[in-house]
């Protein structure tokens, strides 16, 4: 949904991901998206990739926790073709 609304947005605004591509280097746009907790503490998603090495079960919480950044590393990644700022 979050990438949704940021494409038609820029719709909305007369933009297109090329005019702004065209303007600005990959290295110089960046999205960021984060959780209210953030996604690496041990409630979120930090928990559920260090888990199974401190021999912990994962928690039904912690994916979703993680999951609020996943948005803006697609539009980096994929989009913008970078890695973000």
């Given at each position: 949904?979050?990438l949704y609304?940021?494409?038609d947005?820029?719709?909305?605004?007369?933009?297109?991901?090329?005019?702004?591509?065209?303007?600005?280097s990959?290295?110089?746009?960046?999205?960021?998206?984060?959780?209210?907790?953030?996604?690496?503490?041990p409630?979120g998603?930090?928990?559920?990739?260090?888990?199974?090495h401190l021999?912990?079960?994962?928690?039904?919480?912690?994916?979703p926790?993680?999951?609020s950044?996943m948005?803006?590393?697609?539009?980096?990644?994929?989009?913008?073709?970078?890695?973000?700022?």
């Open positions: 949904m979050a609304a940021a494409a947005a820029l719709g909305c605004a007369g933009i297109t991901v090329e005019d702004i591509k065209h303007h600005l990959p290295d110089q746009i960046a999205v960021y998206c984060g959780s209210a907790t953030g996604q690496l503490d409630e998603f930090g928990g559920m990739l260090s888990a199974a021999g912990q079960r994962n928690s039904s919480r912690q994916l926790l993680g999951m950044s948005p803006a590393d697609f539009i980096n990644a994929y989009i913008l073709a970078n890695a973000g700022a």
